[in-house]
């Protein structure tokens, strides 16, 4: 069950009296969390009938102080505890000189609370008595990060619910520049979409003037001209870079590098370099396969290793170690090591 199926069961009051919303990916999780707290009860059973815990604010003998009271003048009250993962949980013993009383109660839930844990950035050990618990008597959510291949998909999902349309090139370029993490990708669209007509299609253009995408000099340029040893326009961005980092920040553009080259290595692995079989082992959209044979082409596999090493050598260089260089500095070796 996905989170879309989560939020349809409780729209339809299909409710269960326990839930665990976990996993690296916190986007799915805040989406089910921020239905629960805002939508699942009328606000005039709010004030009766919802707390609200912090993990790190709370313990386990008040929330099950508030889950095991009954609903005022309703059929239901909720108890949701955000961060969970910054709660501590009481033992998983069963001896019975040191019975868990969540356990105990997770055992036996009531069913007019709605107990939902929202415990974010991991996934809870399966193999505690309270995860096998929650699962018999409730519905538990993993939510996992998504595929980078799928992100365009996400996107273009994303941006139609809303009402709006986006044309593929904008979508891959968004999903190459935001990577896969869900929450700052549609924090980014919302912020577009307030600068776009209703019903209008999202383009390239859209994107450079609302989210700060060169259209000449981004990091997807940079490995375009490095995939094609074009030193004089690496060389351009580089120089873009140096005078614009906080809209290029160095983590960004290392991160997409080492992104970059690691699947140019997997690459020289492939027997089968078919297109087809290229974007499904790479894990890309076959609109980028070109970029990759050509970078295939530029750099054998050593050279590529040796790439890999520089990428890793100048991260921990521009985290301030064995280094005095500024950014900029550290990008134009870089760059020279690179293509050299």
């Not at 916190?26 to 709010?46: C, G, R, T, W």
């Not at 005022?72 to 019975?96: F, P, Y």
Request: one cysteine or more; hydrophobic letters at 35%; proline letters at 3%.
């Amino acid at each position: 069950m996905n989170a879309a199926d989560i939020i349809k069961d409780l729209q339809h009051r299909k409710y269960k009296p326990l839930y665990l919303l976990h996993g690296d990916e916190p986007y799915y999780i805040d989406l089910v969390s921020n239905f629960v707290e805002h939508q699942l009860l009328p606000d005039a059973e709010k004030g009766f009938n919802q707390t609200v815990f912090y993990g790190k604010d709370t313990d386990i003998m008040a929330v099950l102080g508030a889950s095991k009271r009954y609903p005022m003048m309703a059929d239901h009250q909720v108890v949701l505890v955000k961060e969970a993962q910054d709660m501590k949980w009481g033992s998983d013993d069963t001896d019975k000189k040191n019975i868990n009383p969540l356990l105990s109660y997770l055992e036996n839930p009531l069913s007019s609370t709605i107990l939902v844990f929202c415990y974010k950035y991991s996934k809870f050990d399966k193999r505690k008595k309270i995860y096998k618990a929650i699962e018999k008597n409730g519905l538990i959510f993993d939510s996992v990060p998504l595929y980078d291949s799928k992100v365009h998909a996400w996107i273009e999902d994303f941006i139609s619910d809303k009402g709006y349309k986006i044309n593929q090139q904008a979508s891959l370029m968004l999903a190459e520049y935001l990577g896969n993490d869900l929450s700052k990708i549609a924090n980014e669209l919302e912020k577009l979409m307030l600068n776009v007509a209703s019903g209008q299609e999202i383009t390239l253009k859209h994107i450079h003037d609302n989210i700060g995408i060169s259209k000449e000099y981004n990091v997807f340029e940079l490995q375009t001209a490095l995939s094609k040893k074009d030193a004089f326009k690496a060389n351009q961005i580089i120089n873009y870079f140096e005078a614009n980092p906080k809209a290029n920040p160095i983590v960004l553009v290392l991160g997409n590098l080492n992104n970059f080259f690691s699947k140019v290595l997997t690459y020289h692995y492939l027997k089968d370099k078919s297109p087809q079989n290229i974007a499904r082992e790479l894990g890309i959209n076959p609109f980028f396969v070109k970029d990759y044979e050509q970078a295939g082409r530029s750099y054998n596999y050593n050279k590529t290793i040796q790439i890999i090493g520089h990428l890793r050598e100048y991260d921990v260089k521009s985290k301030g170690v064995d280094s005095n260089t500024d950014h900029g500095g550290l990008m134009k070796e870089l760059v020279f090591k690179i293509l050299h």
